[in-house]
C-alpha cells in the first residue's frame, strides 16, 4: 500500500502538550465494528465497556530516562545521544544528533565524568557508542538522562511520571506505551472488581514502534526488532479467556504486537522471551485480539496502519476526522480510542 494513503490533516493546535489533569479522565472514542456506530466517552467510562471474564492485557514496559546530553566545549552545543539498545559491556546502539560530530572514533565527554567513544557506525546510521570506563552504558542514562518525550511535545510541565504508566516495573522501553497512560489505580481496582481479568505482556518500545515511515511503498518499510515477554500466566489466562467464550483487549498497539507475535497455529500463546519485527497492515487478520484501546496517532505511521488493519483504512481516517472535528486531543499525551 502507499504510505499517503495514511495521511490526514491535523491543526497543530490538537497535539496535546501536556496530558489530562486525571489519568482517566481523558476521553475515549468508542467506535463498535459489528453496529458501525460511535460513542464519546471519558476514559473512565470503559469499565463500563469491558465484560467480567475479559482479559485486559496492559504492556508494563518502563521507560528509560534515554535522552543523554553530551558536556559542551567552549563555544560548541552539546550533542544529542538518545539510547536505542543496550549491548553490555558498556556498549549501546544509540541515535545521535549532529551526526557529522559523531565520525568513527570520535569521543564525547558526558556527566559523571565518563567518555563515550563512537565504536562503529551502523548502515541504519545508529552509532555504536562504548562508554570508555567500562561501566554499564544504561547506568549513565539512568543516572543523568532525561525522558525522552516526542518532539511534537515541546512542552516541559508535566513531571517524568506522567510519561509513565501506573503499571511499568520493567525497564527497557525509549518511548512510553502511550494507550496505558489513561489508566489509573482506581481504575485498575474498579476492573478487578468487576471480574475482568488483567495480564500483562512486556514489549520494550524502541524504533520499532515509533520511526517514521519514510518509503511510499508500505513493502519496503523495514521494522527494526524489538524485544517481547509472554508470561506462562498470560499464555494461560489467554487460553483460559477463549476457552470461556471471553474476549482479549489489547491496551496500545504495542500489547497487539506481542500478542499477535506470540500466538501460533493453534491459537496459544507462545512463552518466553523473543524479538519482534511485525508491521501490520490492512489485509492482516487477527488472531489472538478482539477490541483495541489506542491513542491517535501520527500520520503515515506503523501505529496508525495497525489501527486500520483492526477496522479497515476508510473507516480510521473517518474517524479521525471526526476527532478533529469534536477537537480530541492527539498523540502521547492525547485522548483515546476503544476499538470493538
Known amino acids: ?47 463500563g465497556l469491558i465484560a467480567p471474564g475479559d482479559l485486559l492485557v496492559v504492556n508494563r514496559s518502563r ?18 545521544i538518545l539510547l536505542v539498545r543496550d549491548l553490555g559491556d558498556g556498549r549501546c546502539e544509540a541515535m545521535v544528533r549532529p551526526g557529522r560530530r559523531f565520525k568513527l572514533g570520535a569521543r564525547h565527554r558526558v556527566p559523571g565524568g565518563r567518555t563515550m567513544r563512537v565504536e562503529s557506525i551502523l548502515e541504519s546510521g545508529l552509532r555504536v557508542l562504548v562508554l570508555e570506563s567500562g561501566a554499564d552504558a544504561v547506568s549513565v542514562f539512568r543516572e543523568h538522562g532525561e525522558m525522552p518525550l516526542p518532539p511534537y511535545i515541546t512542552s ?33 481496582a474498579e476492573l478487578r472488581s468487576r471480574g475482568v481479568v488483567i495480564g500483562e505482556t512486556v514489549l520494550h518500545v524502541g524504533l520499532g514502534t515509533f520511526k ?33 467464550g471471553g474476549s482479549v483487549w489489547a491496551c496500545g498497539t504495542t500489547s497487539v504486537r506481542s500478542l499477535e507475535s506470540a500466538v501460533d497455529e493453534e491459537g496459544k500463546l507462545r512463552t518466553g522471551w523473543r524479538e519482534t519485527a511485525c508491521f501490520i497492515t490492512p489485509g492482516y487478520r487477527f488472531r489472538a485480539v478482539d477490541h483495541l484501546i489506542t491513542n491517535f496517532h501520527l500520520p503515515r505511521s506503523s501505529l496508525i496502519m495497525l489501527v486500520a488493519a483492526f477496522c479497515g483504512r476508510e473507516r480510521i481516517l473517518e474517524l479521525y476526522r471526526e476527532a478533529v472535528s469534536r477537537q480530541y486531543r492527539f498523540f502521547s499525551f492525547g485522548d483515546a480510542m476503544a476499538i470493538l
Do not use: C, W
Open 63 to 80: 521507560v528509560i530516562p534515554a535522552r543523554l546530553f553530551t558536556l559542551p566545549d567552549p563555544g560548541i552545543k552539546p550533542a544529542e
Open 156 to 188: 516541559r510541565e508535566s513531571t517524568p511520571e506522567r510519561y509513565q504508566t501506573v503499571f511499568a516495573n520493567e525497564e527497557g522501553s525509549i518511548a512510553a506505551p502511550t494507550a496505558g497512560l489513561h489508566f489509573d489505580e482506581h481504575l485498575l
Open 212 to 244: 517514521p515511515v519514510e518509503v511510499e511503498d508500505t513493502d519496503d518499510h523495514i521494522m527494526h526488532g524489538e524485544r517481547y515477554y509472554i508470561s506462562r500466566e498470560l499464555s494461560d489466562a489467554h487460553a483460559s479467556v477463549r476457552a470461556a
Open 1 to 47: 500500500m502507499k504510505t499517503s494513503l495514511f495521511d490526514f490533516e491535523l491543526p497543530p493546535g490538537l497535539i496535546a502538550q501536556t496530558p489530562a489533569p486525571e489519568r482517566s479522565a481523558s476521553r475515549l472514542l468508542v467506535y463498535d465494528r459489528v453496529r458501525d456506530t460511535v460513542g464519546h466517552l471519558a476514559f473512565r467510562d470503559i469499565a
